[in-house]
């Protein structure tokens, strides 16, 4: 039997960063400028996990999945940017970081889990749930807004949706390296 890959322990990680930030932030409902450190080590590892599947299906996958993965990074990129310089005090960053990088992210994410689905490499859910990860952290931070306020940093009950799609990723990269022949899939 084949270790993990590097990808399937990233994603497990980054899960568990996300859940620590959503718990935490449940527990202490104010926002607070230490969590936007703490969240680029989930974010950068989601980052990671998404390359590692565009890594297994690039040979089906297409001119969609790169764009989807660039637009993806970038809009990654852009809000890490963005929460370094509200740890800065920097204006100007923080302005383009949201909304900007968040959207970017869930365009990224749509074109990118839209190929995953339509390569068949991995399992086509976790394609679908690529595609939900964005809407997924809205709904729980919504769903949470009774005891945690919506903010745009500081706060990260939401992210537990996208701790739920990268280990939901990871399970699907980890079929994938256990398939005899994942390339016949």
């Given at each position: 039997m084949k270790t993990a890959s590097p990808y399937v322990t990233m994603a497990v990680v980054s899960f568990l960063g996300w859940a620590a930030l959503a718990v935490e932030s449940f527990v202490t409902p104010p926002p607070q400028a230490y969590r936007d450190a703490l969240v680029l080590i989930p974010w950068t590892l989601y980052g990671v996990?998404?390359?590692g599947v565009h890594q297994a299906q690039r040979h089906r996958s297409g001119r969609l999945a790169r764009t989807g993965l660039i637009?993806?990074?970038v809009g990654m990129?852009?809000?890490a940017v963005g929460n370094i310089g509200v740890l800065l005090g920097s204006e100007a960053t923080v302005a383009i970081?949201?909304?900007v990088g968040p959207g970017l992210f869930s365009l990224g994410l749509l074109l990118f889990?839209?190929?995953?689905f339509?390569?068949?490499v991995l399992p086509r859910w976790a394609g679908a749930a690529l595609v939900l990860s964005q809407p997924l952290a809205i709904g729980i931070?919504?769903?949470l807004v009774w005891h945690v306020p919506v903010h745009p940093h500081g706060s990260y009950t939401g992210g537990l949706g996208h701790g739920l799609v990268v280990l939901l990723?990871?399970?699907a990269l980890h079929r994938f390296r256990r398939e005899p022949n994942p390339a016949l899939r």
């Open positions: 996990v998404l390359a637009v993806s990074l990129l852009t809000s970081s949201f909304p889990g839209i190929a995953t339509r390569a068949g931070g919504l769903a990723t990871g399970i």
